[in-house]
């Protein structure tokens, strides 16, 4: 499904329980703007290759843009639209004052050397330089771009800007103004949230088993905070297949086999990323891309509890069916909020040039988690028989429209 669709469907179906204007609903929709960008670069070889970017900006009523950059080959409009609009949705959920962007450029970063991806990387960096900033709009990293990207472009804007402007972006390196804490945060925050799940549902995540898709830095977190707390990971794989394990699998000798293969086949007993999705799992957390659980293979899936670290993992037809047969499926904008929350922390002490020790970003990631677990659960009970999701977005939409009701938007 398109992810433009996927986002309007989600937001129409929320907006009618709570009987939202159809003009408010009509205005979210659309983005407050979205730029395209020609990217011409000089390859190692001396040719000129011209790719194209883009930076979305959602909704900006409760404060600056927020939202990574992806390179991927499939980047378009539509994909950064979407993820830029659930992106105002997750920050709304957890209540930090930001509102929603994304960015990205059509690109396989596979396929560059790093002299070209930084020279991209600038590029790219100048032709959105003037709707970006640490007022304005901060990026962050996403698929396939991470803390040396986001030194590059820091680097960049303060070049323009004549002096070191370490606000511009968040999950950068340390020694440039980023957070301890910040690489882990997504990761630990689907670990806190499927965590309070097992609490809310009454059982003990040591007597649990879980199958995640995706082992790149999110899976990975997710997986070593989770097996930290007890539970029993099974399960994971990357683009290139999964392992499987019903014993546990060891999930740090994991990481170091996949760093010196550049996959986690081979680790145990080898199964695909199609059968890793229907396991009998009592957990499974989609941590990879969009659109994996469609209608298509839905029931297939066997896991009790579906965890969305990924954006847009499940379509609504799949979330639909999975609503009656799961007993629970938690939503991206609440579960893998925990990396825009510890940007924030990160956006924040860079404003104030005063910097966190990881215990207190870990403790204050922790404490804003389980209150939008709490947010969210109190919100579902208050409408009884509703999604999660549908919770979530509903307890976001309160949150931004009470925000274009006080700037005089929509009295």
């Known amino acids: 499904m398109n992810p433009y669709e996927m986002a309007c469907i989600q937001l129409e179906r929320a907006a009618e329980m709570i009987n939202l204007r159809e003009d408010i609903v009509e205005y979210l929709k659309v983005p407050d703007r ?30 600056p843009y927020k939202g990574g950059i992806r390179y991927h080959p499939n980047v378009n409009r539509d994909e950064v639209v979407a993820l830029a609009m659930w992106m105002t949705w997750k920050c709304a959920v957890v209540n930090i004052p930001f509102g929603g962007g994304k960015g990205g450029v059509r690109v396989d970063p596979k396929k560059l050397s790093e002299s070209e991806l930084e020279r991209l990387t600038r590029r790219y960096t100048a032709a959105i330089l003037p709707i970006i ?21 820091m680097d960049t804007y303060s070049v323009y800007r004549g002096y070191a402007v370490p606000g511009i972006v968040t999950g950068k390196p340390v020694e440039l103004g980023g957070s301890l804490g910040r690489k882990s945060a997504t990761g630990r925050g689907v ?49 290139k297949g999964g392992v499987l394990n019903w014993e546990g699998l060891d999930i740090e000798a994991l990481f170091e086999h996949k760093k010196r293969s550049g996959s986690v086949l081979n680790f145990a007993e080898n199964i695909t990323n199609e059968e890793l999705l229907s396991l009998d799992v009592d957990i499974l957390i989609p941590a990879a891309i ?18 969305e670290a990924a954006n847009g993992p499940v379509t609504p037809e799949a979330e639909e069916y999975l ?38 970003v870990n403790s204050e990631l922790e404490r804003i988690m389980v209150r939008a677990f709490e947010d969210v659960v109190k919100t579902k009970n208050e409408f009884g028989e509703i999604l999660m999701r549908d919770a979530a977005m509903i307890l976001a939409l309160r949150r931004v429209v009470k925000a274009l009701e006080l700037r005089g938007i929509f009295p």
């Open 323 to 360: 609503d009656k047969k799961c007993e629970l499926v938690v939503p991206d904008i609440l579960a893998n909020a925990g990396g825009v929350v510890v940007s924030y922390f990160e956006w924040v002490q860079d404003l104030e040039r005063y910097f966190w020790d990881e215990e207190r």
């Open 34 to 63: 979205v730029i395209e960008v020609k990217i011409p670069v000089k390859m190692d070889d001396g040719r000129i290759e011209v790719f194209t970017g883009y930076r979305a900006q959602h909704c900006g009523i409760r404060g």
């Open 133 to 153: 900033g640490p007022e304005r709009d901060i990026p962050a990293p996403d698929l396939y771009t991470d803390e040396r990207v986001m030194a590059w472009i």
């Open 290 to 307: 969009e659109n994996v659980i469609t209608k298509d293979n839905v029931r297939d899936v066997k896991a009790r509890i579906i965890v």
């Open 191 to 239: 670990a806190i949230i499927t965590r309070e799940v097992a609490k809310l549902l009454g059982e003990e995540l040591k007597n649990l088993t879980v199958a995640i898709q995706g082992f790149g830095n999110v899976g990975y977190y997710a997986a070593k905070t989770l097996s930290e707390m007890g539970a029993k990971i099974v399960a994971v794989s990357d683009s």
